[in-house]
Every structure is written in structure tokens, then in C-alpha cells.
């Protein structure tokens, strides 16, 4: 199975401040059809876990665009330019280009 | 406006079985693929399997091939999972999530259903 390791897994920012999350895949997510399924999820405290980021870079519809995401093959960031005080909670990359579908370990965003 | 509504907390005794739903609306519900994902406390995310409703087919990780039933009834645009043989690993919440093929990308989710296995 595909591993995805995800750091740091906790990350404490004051709003406004830009961070980013990694994500590293023990595999490349190069599908064969040229597409990278690589997505960012967000769980807020008590909320099921909500599309930020599909496709590596591609913004889900109604997602702030401070959130961005890049990356290529085994490396992916997530990045939240501006963060502010709704942003906190767990995010999850999760790939789906490979059986089974796997996802990272999460990285826990505090807001200072 | 697309929902997924799970049912409600279930307690089971160790050994017994529970089924959850996942009823949809908003959608076609034959043409999208279900996924269930597995989230015990305080943990992450993990992907059960999924179900597509239209043909009844079905896909397992492989650690929940003897846990898990995917089922689903069109009649009712209702997803469900059965565990079997519950364990105190069994605890967790469980969710459906909507699966869009197009853009390969988990787009909808249900609120989450928690399931305690206690004697």
C-alpha cells in the first residue's frame, strides 16, 4: 500500500501567518493517464472531513482560495496563505491513484 | 443540494453485528460510487471500501474483506455497511463519503456515525 507521510503533524500559526504542510507518497502518484490523484482534506474539532484540494492543485468549489496546493510525483504541499481562525483542525492528503486508496497520517493546525 | 445522512450511534456486544446507513439525496444516487471510511478515536482516516449502487458491485481494503458488508437500495437512495464479528477495534466512527469518478475526489460526506463495541 501507498504510504503518505505528512509533516510536521502539528503546526501552531497566529492569523494572518502563511504555513504549509507537506505530504510525501512512498510511491509516485502519476496515474497512467497523466493525472496525480493527489486531495487535501480539512477535519474541523467534531465535523466529518470536508474537499479542500483535488488533483494536487485543484480548488473544490466554495474553498477560500488562500488555500493552494502544488507538487508532483512523491512531493505535495498544501499551503494556507493568511491563515485564519476557521482553519484550524486536522488536514489529511489522501491519494487514489493506486489500490487501496490511502491517506496521510494528518497534520493538527493550532491557532496561537 | 447534495446530503448524505447517516444513521444514528449503535452499541454492539463483542461477537455481535451493526448496520449503518447512509441515506443520500440531492443526486442520482446510481450514479455516483459510495465509500465508507473507518476513523477510530483520535485516529486518522481509514478507507473501508466502497459500492456502486447502480450494479451492487463492490470493493474491500483488504484488512475489512471479513469485517465489512457494503450494500446499498435504490429504492430508497440508502448506502449501508454491516460490521460483523464486532471487537473493541471495531470502535470508531464511521462515514460514507460520495465518490465523483470524474475528478477522482471524495466531494460529499455524512455527518459520521460512532459505534461502540461494549459487553
Known amino acids: 500500500d501507498v504510504v503518505l507521510t505528512q509533516t510536521p503533524p502539528t503546526l501552531s500559526a497566529t492569523i494572518g501567518q502563511s504555513v504549509s504542510i507537506s505530504c510525501r507518497s512512498s510511491?509516485?502518484?502519476?496515474?497512467?493517464?497523466?493525472?496525480?490523484?493527489l486531495n487535501w482534506l480539512l477535519q474541523r474539532p467534531g465535523q466529518s472531513p470536508q474537499l479542500l484540494i483535488y488533483?494536487?492543485?485543484n480548488l473544490e468549489s466554495g474553498v477560500p482560495n488562500r488555500f493552494s496546493g502544488s507538487g508532483s510525483e512523491t512531493d505535495f504541499t498544501l499551503k494556507i496563505s493568511g491563515v485564519e481562525a476557521e482553519d484550524l483542525g486536522v488536514y489529511y492528503c489522501?491519494?487514489?491513484?493506486?489500490?487501496?486508496?490511502?491517506f496521510g497520517s494528518g497534520t493538527k493546525l493550532e491557532i496561537k | 443540494e447534495v446530503q448524505l445522512q447517516q444513521s444514528g450511534p449503535e452499541v454492539g456486544r463483542p461477537g455481535s453485528s451493526v448496520k449503518i446507513s447512509c441515506k443520500a439525496s440531492?443526486?442520482?444516487?446510481?450514479?455516483?460510487?459510495m465509500n465508507w471510511v473507518k476513523q477510530s478515536p483520535g485516529q486518522g482516516l481509514e478507507w473501508i471500501g466502497w459500492?456502486?449502487?447502480?450494479?451492487?458491485?463492490?470493493d474491500y481494503a483488504e484488512k475489512f474483506k471479513k469485517k465489512a458488508t457494503l450494500t446499498a437500495d435504490t429504492s430508497s437512495s440508502t448506502a449501508y455497511i454491516q460490521l460483523s464479528s464486532l471487537t473493541s477495534e471495531d470502535t470508531a466512527t464511521y462515514f460514507c463519503?460520495?465518490?465523483?469518478?470524474?475528478?477522482?475526489?471524495?466531494?460529499?460526506w455524512g455527518q459520521g456515525v460512532m459505534v461502540t463495541v461494549s459487553s
Open positions: 463519503a460520495r465518490y465523483d469518478s470524474s475528478y477522482i475526489r471524495f466531494d460529499y
Open positions: 440531492g443526486y442520482t444516487f446510481t450514479d455516483y460510487v
Open positions: 459500492i456502486d449502487p447502480e450494479y451492487g458491485s463492490t
Open positions: 510511491q509516485s502518484l502519476l496515474d497512467s493517464d497523466g493525472d496525480t490523484y
Open positions: 488533483s494536487v492543485s
Open positions: 489522501m491519494q487514489a491513484t493506486h489500490a487501496p486508496l490511502t
